[in-house]
């Protein structure tokens, strides 16, 4: 049996050898399939905002603002943002003076996270990063769409969501 002969055959004990290494990382690679898969899902789909939210109906009746604008104190700006995008999240197309009321509020949203981003004491809260989670999507939205188009339904349920967030983290000042 000469040099190649001996290096292709193997002894029972080096094949069962090797088909046990072939099955441990067979099984290695599925648990490591299955744990990132799990991983993936925890941090893609989070929990907190799954709650299910009730969500109103779109309407052309509401009370426009007089007060827009920053106070400079977060938790009030805060709430007072989050109050005008609840109001904006539920208009219905045609609502008096839709318009102007998307226009302010863009320019609130805006000049609210232009100024609180800056403050590493703000922008490290929850609130602060679910509220600019939904500004992005309403700035967004206004972008894309105009002052003049209520958002859809899928949009508006999330929105809803993140202001239940906002509104929980807020009340514990957080």
Same mark, same amino acid.
């Given at each position: 049996?000469?040099?190649?002969?001996?290096?292709?055959?193997?002894?029972?004990?080096?094949?069962?050898?090797?088909? /046990?290494?072939?099955?441990?990382?067979?099984?290695?690679?599925?648990?490591? /399939?299955?744990?990132?898969?799990?991983?993936?899902?925890?941090? =893609?789909?989070?929990?907190?905002?799954?709650?299910?939210?009730?969500?109103?109906? /779109?309407?052309?009746?509401?009370?426009?603002?007089?007060?827009?604008?920053?106070?400079?104190?977060?938790?009030?700006?805060?709430?007072?943002?989050?109050?005008?995008?609840?109001?904006?999240?539920?208009?219905?197309?045609?609502?008096?003076?839709?318009?102007?009321?998307?226009?302010?509020?863009?320019?609130?949203?805006?000049?609210?996270?232009?100024?609180?981003?800056?403050?590493?004491?703000?922008?490290?809260?929850?609130?602060?990063?679910? =509220?600019?989670?939904?500004?992005?999507?309403?700035?967004?939205?206004?972008?894309?769409?105009?002052?003049?188009?209520?958002?859809?339904?899928?949009?508006?349920?999330?929105?809803?969501?993140?202001?239940?967030?906002?509104?929980?983290?807020?009340?514990?000042?957080?």
């Amino acid at each position: 049996m000469g040099w190649r002969g001996a290096c292709n055959s193997f002894t029972d004990h080096e094949k069962e050898h090797s088909s /046990q290494s072939i099955n441990e990382q067979s099984a290695r690679r599925q648990f490591l /399939q299955t744990a990132s898969t799990a991983a993936a899902s925890t941090i =893609l789909f989070p929990t907190i905002a799954s709650a299910e939210i009730a969500v109103p109906e /779109q309407s052309k009746e509401y009370e426009f603002p007089s007060e827009w604008g920053l106070t400079y104190s977060y938790e009030t700006d805060a709430a007072r943002v989050r109050s005008h995008m609840v109001t904006a999240t539920g208009l219905a197309k045609g609502s008096d003076r839709m318009e102007d009321f998307g226009k302010n509020l863009k320019k609130e949203m805006i000049d609210f996270v232009s100024y609180y981003r800056r403050f590493p004491q703000v922008a490290g809260k929850p609130s602060f990063s679910t =509220l600019y989670t939904s500004i992005n999507v309403l700035a967004g939205h206004y972008t894309s769409y105009g002052y003049k188009y209520p958002l859809p339904e899928k949009r508006r349920k999330r929105l809803y969501q993140e202001y239940a967030e906002i509104d929980k983290s807020l009340k514990r000042s957080r």
